[in-house]
């Protein structure tokens, strides 16, 4: 096997942890924050009660899967606008576990009741602006929710489909139970991740944000009650940000499909000992390097977290990784 990572690129990479370190954690993230997801300020009334998810509660679990599935294809600060831009009946179309068991109970849309067909079944699609569909039930559930999306019609779909794959067969508590007869941490926490990968229109990256979300401890302390069942230091969540870092980084070395990626960074991680960097780090956490990357490269969430330093402002800093580098 070739090097992983050249001693250049090493030293690029230590520093952009250390950056993370110095500007970002326990400032903008980790101790002593209120996670995003968590934040009236920050996402209104999507955010999620601190108090309910660290109890493990099923509806607040699934506010949150729904939440951070909004989160693709669009800047963090886009959707955050969104969230804040809701009124109450807004949030529960969207985020709501018992608002959507009480509308598909009152729906006669007959999809609605086929978990099997569901998926494929609905028909629903955008008109110009009017959101549709095959069946003309007056009061539908995947169209309001849909209307609150505020984007592709399908995305309606995400709600009701998450609730027959997950809350509907035992909820998460259920699943947790079920991935804890595997023995291999790495494989515990993937086979759940890929139960919530297979959510309409969700996918592999963000089910793997949801579930470190609630299993990373140093990123969220208290909130993560899924640790120590499962352990979201073994993540990686490869957004745009984090595959241009390790393409960056990695050169041919990581490979050109998702897995192989993130087989290189958790194999670059293993040399980068994270205790060095801070005392609540473990030694071995994939998930925190590739969160360093992510808030290094992320131009829109560094504005708008003020986190310019003198040599960035100058356009001489010193890492390609860097959305404010400017080649000398």
Same mark, same amino acid.
Request: hydrophobic share 40%; glycine share 6%.
């Given at each position: ?6 001693? #250049? ?50 509806a ?6 729904? #939440? ?21 009946t807004?949030?529960? #179309? ?50 309001d ?5 505020? !984007? ?8 009701t #489909? ?40 969700v ?20 909130l ?19 595959? !241009?870092?390790?393409?960056h ?16 960074? !958790?194999?670059?991680s293993?040399?980068l ?45 010193h ?10």
């Amino acid at each position: 096997m070739g090097r992983v990572i050249s001693p #250049s690129k090493q030293d690029e990479l230590t520093r952009v942890v250390a950056w993370y370190v110095d500007r970002i954690y326990g400032t903008i993230e980790g101790p002593g924050t209120t996670p995003f997801y968590c934040d009236p300020e920050k996402v209104g009334l999507a955010a999620v009660d601190p108090r309910a998810l660290a109890q493990a509660d099923e509806a607040a679990l699934f506010k949150l899967f729904l #939440s951070l599935a909004m989160y693709q294809a669009r800047r963090d600060v886009v959707i955050q606008a969104q969230q804040r831009g809701w009124n109450r009946t807004e949030a529960t #179309s969207l985020l709501s576990l018992s608002g959507l068991q009480r509308r598909m109970r009152s729906c006669p849309c007959p999809h609605l009741a086929n978990p099997g067909r569901f998926e494929q079944a609905c028909t629903v699609i955008k008109v110009g602006k009017t959101i549709t569909c095959d069946y003309s039930a007056l009061a539908c559930p995947v169209r309001d929710a849909a209307r609150v999306w505020g !984007r592709m019609a399908d995305l309606g779909k995400l709600p009701t #489909s998450a609730y027959w794959r997950i809350w509907a067969k035992g909820g998460t508590t259920n699943l947790i139970q079920q991935a804890s007869r595997e023995s291999d941490p790495t494989l515990r926490l993937e086979s759940v991740i890929a139960e919530f990968a297979q959510v309409f229109r969700v996918g592999r990256k963000l089910a793997t944000l949801f579930v470190s979300a609630v299993s990373t401890p140093a990123l969220a302390p208290g909130l993560t009650p899924w640790w120590p069942n499962l352990d979201g230091n073994l993540a990686v969540v490869l957004d745009t940000h984090a595959t !241009r870092a390790v393409v960056h980084l990695a050169g041919k070395a990581a490979g050109s499909t998702y897995q192989s990626r993130v087989d290189w960074l !958790r194999r670059v991680s293993e040399n980068l000992d994270l205790t060095r960097f801070h005392c609540v780090f473990p030694s071995f956490s994939p998930r925190l390097v590739q969160q360093a990357l992510y808030a290094f490269c992320s131009k829109s969430n560094r504005l708008a977290w003020d986190r310019l330093c003198p040599h960035e402002e100058a356009g001489q800093c010193h890492s390609g990784l860097c959305p404010f580098h400017k080649p000398m």
